[in-house]
């Protein structure tokens, strides 16, 4: 049977070898944290998720502590909440105080913290990092100034994605995540890291300036791209694609790749066709759709009388939906009399 | 599909893709699944934490085998004597499994027999995996309690991949991997609607739901619904389609969302069927290289800009909603194809997409339980007969659509065109991480196409330096078909006296070199295999171009 513990008096039970804060969650109960995802492994970091246990002299993080048989714990005691902001305090003296410019104000753990523990001057002030740009990638752009080292980026490049791109260097204050030899970020380009990321350290570089919540309605779809079926959240400001993001209960976990995350470009390209056009001596000229409507259907009528519903053919595509797939094999046997449809399944 | 169809009575994917992070053994041959479905990729990557020994059997270092206990790099094309091979080792060794062979399948003696010659040492020879690497595979698949086996068109692109499919049938059947969670035989789907398409019937010979156009009663069925008479004789796949367009018995062509141009093998054979036609209709997003032949180009709405369903790889039907409105005059295909029939005297009357499905499902019982109100709460996997069933993770529970499952004896053909004198290399085409497909989208989003500018034609190293052929150098490179000019990416991908080059590319376009001949019951092409030769080109001749 399970383990039976008490979280602020609260009587619950969980399977041997789980830890305060997941038992935690699987009960509503909430304990704030920075560093820790479900998803990945516990890394301890942020140390904003203490607690007290009765009988342990100091607080501990939940989310490094399995629990055990009878323990007693505390998410909100006066002590731990000082600890947690002081926590968050140590880690806004050095963070710069741009909200007003990041892409990620409003969605930004940091940021919340701040609010919620009412921090608008600061009791530590010093030396800050500074960091010079040198992201000569497309897809992700690191404002490292801005990093906690909460270490998900790291962790869900290894542990998820099995890249391990980046990692933590040097010690202390000169601590910083970067790839191997401080070199240009040389990846899958996936962007889970941005996904996991809890401030603007990471951010897609395409989003910029494209909206951030105010104005934003977020429509969930399906991935055009491969056969996986990601599940998408396509962050929709005015009649454009903001950003792209996924939720974690999705079959797909949350997670995409390159193309799903930053591949929606096209979508806006000047390269789209927009309107039909009729070739007239070997030109494309414009047409109404009633024109093109009309030739077309009279074209492929006078085929179809001249040499039979056979010399006609479709070519369907597996990029268009089920919906559109069906009624053109409808329109190529019911409505020109062939069986001559196909797809491309084969390339 | 074919393949798989003949063996189960069904070609889909016999798992769902969150089962893989459950496998214990996982089977990964003829898919660079790392760059070509990242997402199923990443489960098999979760499944290798919890534990599950990785086989990887591909010619190419692809990024997965940096995860993999053991990599069997076979030559091209020589993927059915390897499967043979290791069904050799499991027979010889007693690893098959008896119980599931005698209750669920027939013809195991003769598909054993046709295995008794491929000792390791005659898999050695052709396929030149070391013959302890055989056994260790035989041994590790069949210790396996949920082994499952991923593959894509490194199985199916040949002229023989139907026979490829029937050999990774074999092995399953015998280890009596199917029907459990977890365990099973596995093609991905390189398009996000393949699977789709193929349910809703874009094929010659079949109504929605597999179901035969030769078949009365399933013609009846959609005559009624239709109220239209209905052809009964199969019609031309795209590959007849080209050649009868050719010969000049196809005259009039329809395409939707497809640029055979690019995508198909032998791209000047492509170009020729194309213009020989009388009247072309293409109805894309942008101007393909297919749409510059047309005589009318209709615009479309993307996905973004459009409502309906995509069926993913593991039959899980999903909804696509609009979020943006479709730039200037373009239209949804669906409208467009409603109009255009509209225009011809058949009325086709849909108040939104959500009808067009309910349609779908009076016809096809394994979707009649999916509709676009139960999709609200996420993908359904068909089967779903009805709307309180909860679909289908995983398929052949306790029996086959054909009844028992068959074993089939399948002999090793080598690829038609290897390498010679003249040719001496094997070129090998794909797909790689960033780019998609024939390029139309990825290649119009800035940061992909900075990142992937170029085409390029990956080499060994060995031969890079025996042909002093620097790494970024441009190399002419040539089959029977054509010749293409490209920059040579000098890599130990793939292995000595084999090239591979992304068919992404309009520019250098790998089709123009692949060779077509076809699996003769698939009809699919053999893009994976066929003879080519490279020529460094000298810098002033660069210069002057």
């Known amino acids: 049977m399970g383990i039976k513990l008490t979280i602020d008096g609260k009587e619950v039970e969980a399977k041997n070898g789980a830890t305060i804060l997941q038992t935690a969650r699987d009960y509503g109960i909430y304990i704030p944290t920075l560093c820790d995802n479900p998803a990945l492994e516990p890394y301890g970091g942020c140390r904003l998720c203490l607690v007290e246990v009765e009988g342990m002299p100091k607080p501990t993080t939940s989310c490094t502590t399995p629990i055990t048989e009878g323990m007693k714990v505390k998410t909100v005691t006066p002590q731990v909440e000082r600890l947690r902001k002081t926590v968050i305090e140590l880690l806004l003296s050095d963070h710069p105080n741009d909200c007003m410019t990041c892409e990620r104000a409003g969605d930004c753990k940091l940021q919340e913290f701040a609010y919620f523990y009412g921090l608008r001057s600061n009791r530590f002030y010093g030396k800050r990092r500074q960091y010079t740009k040198q992201d000569g990638n497309p897809f992700l752009e690191r404002n490292m100034d801005k990093c906690i080292l909460c270490g998900q980026c790291v962790r869900v490049c290894n542990e998820v994605q099995g890249v391990g791109a980046i990692d933590i260097a040097y010690r202390g204050f000169d601590a910083k995540v970067c790839p191997s030899f401080e070199n240009d970020l040389n990846c899958e380009f996936c962007g889970q890291c941005v996904s996991v990321c809890p401030t603007g350290a990471l951010t897609g570089r395409i989003w910029s300036k494209k909206g951030r919540t105010i104005g934003i309605k977020e429509v969930e779809t399906t991935c055009s791209y491969c056969g996986c079926g990601c599940q998408l959240n396509l962050h929709v400001r005015g009649n454009e694609i903001a950003r792209v993001s996924s939720k974690p209960d999705n079959h797909n976990e949350g997670w995409l790749c390159v193309k799903g995350r930053f591949g929606y470009e096209f979508i806006t390209s000047p390269d789209r066709l927009t309107t039909p056009l009729i070739k007239r001596d070997g030109k494309f000229t414009e047409a109404t759709w009633d024109e093109a409507i009309s030739y077309v259907a009279e074209r492929f009528k006078k085929i179809i009388a001249d040499n039979g519903p056979d010399a006609m053919a479709g070519l369907s595509s597996a990029r268009c939906t089920n919906e559109e797939n069906f009624l053109f094999q409808k329109f190529m046997r019911a409505v020109v009399g062939t069986n001559n449809v196909d797809h491309c399944a084969r390339l | ?545």
């Open chain 2, 1 to 545: 599909m074919a393949g798989l169809v003949t063996v189960f009575g069904s070609g889909v994917m016999t798992n769902s893709v969150p089962e893989t992070e459950n496998n214990d053994v996982i089977f990964v041959i003829g898919s660079n699944t790392k760059e070509n479905h990242p997402i199923v990729a990443l489960r098999m990557l979760k499944a290798v934490k919890k534990g599950a020994k990785l086989i990887i059997a591909d010619p190419r270092r692809i990024p997965l085998v940096k995860h993999a206990h053991l990599w069997l790099k076979q030559r091209h094309g020589t993927d059915v004597a390897l499967i043979n091979s290791i069904l050799h080792v499991m027979i010889k060794e007693d690893l098959i499994n008896k119980k599931f062979i005698e209750e669920r399948t027939e013809g195991f003696t003769t598909a054993a027999a046709a295995v008794e010659g491929f000792t390791p040492e005659v898999g050695e020879k052709i396929t030149g995996v070391p013959k302890e690497k055989i056994i260790e595979a035989a041994r590790i698949y069949a210790a396996g309690k949920n082994a499952a086996i991923y593959y894509t068109m490194g199985i199916t692109q040949h002229s023989h991949g139907t026979d490829n499919v029937y050999s990774l049938a074999n092995l399953v059947l015998m280890a009596g991997n199917l029907g459990r969670e977890s365990v099973g035989l596995n093609p991905l789907r390189g398009q996000n609607n393949v699977q789709g398409a193929s349910d809703m019937a874009c094929a010659p010979n079949v109504f929605p739901g597999y179901q035969k156009v030769s078949d009365d009663a399933a013609r009846a069925k959609f005559e009624a619904e239709w109220k239209v008479k209905l052809q009964d004789k199969i019609g031309m796949n795209a590959i007849d389609m080209m050649y009868a367009a050719e010969a000049g018995k196809l005259k009039g062509l329809y395409i939707m969302g497809e640029n055979p141009v690019m995508s198909d093998a032998d791209q000047k054979h492509t170009l020729h069927a194309l213009k020989s036609l009388e009247f072309l209709v293409v109805q894309d997003i942008f101007m393909t290289q297919t749409a510059e032949l047309a005589d009318v180009v209709l615009p479309a709405a993307c996905f973004a800009e459009k409502d309906g369903t995509f069926t993913n790889t593991d039959r899980r039907v999903q909804r696509v909603r609009k979020a943006v409105n479709p730039p200037g005059n373009a239209r949804d295909d669906s409208w467009i194809i409603m109009q255009l029939s509209h225009a011809m005297g058949y009325e086709m009357n849909y108040a939104d997409m959500s009808e067009v499905f309910d349609e779908v499902g009076r016809l096809w019982q394994n979707v009649a339980g999916i509709n676009y109100r139960r999709m609200e709460k996420g993908g359904i996997q068909w089967p779903c007969p009805t709307t309180d069933h909860p679909g289908t993770p995983y398929m052949f529970k306790d029996k086959f659509p054909i009844g028992k499952a068959k074993f089939s004896a399948v002999k090793f053909n080598p690829s038609l065109e290897l390498p010679d004198d003249e040719y001496p290399f094997t070129l090998s085409t794909g797909r790689q991480l960033l780019q998609y497909h024939t390029g139309t989208m990825t290649r119009r989003v800035k940061a992909i196409d900075t990142a992937a500018h170029e085409a390029y034609v990956e080499i060994n190293p060995a031969d890079a330096g025996r042909m002093s052929i620097d790494n970024g150098a441009m190399v002419r490179v040539s089959s029977r078909r054509g010749s293409i000019t490209l920059k040579a990416k000098v890599t130990n991908v793939p292995d000595v006296g084999v090239v591979f080059i992304p068919f992404h590319y309009s520019e250098a376009a790998a089709n123009v070199l692949t060779n077509p001949v076809y699996d003769p019951i698939c009809k699919i092409p053999e893009l994976k295999v066929c003879a080519v030769k490279l020529e460094k080109i000298q810098e002033d001749k660069n210069h002057a171009a």
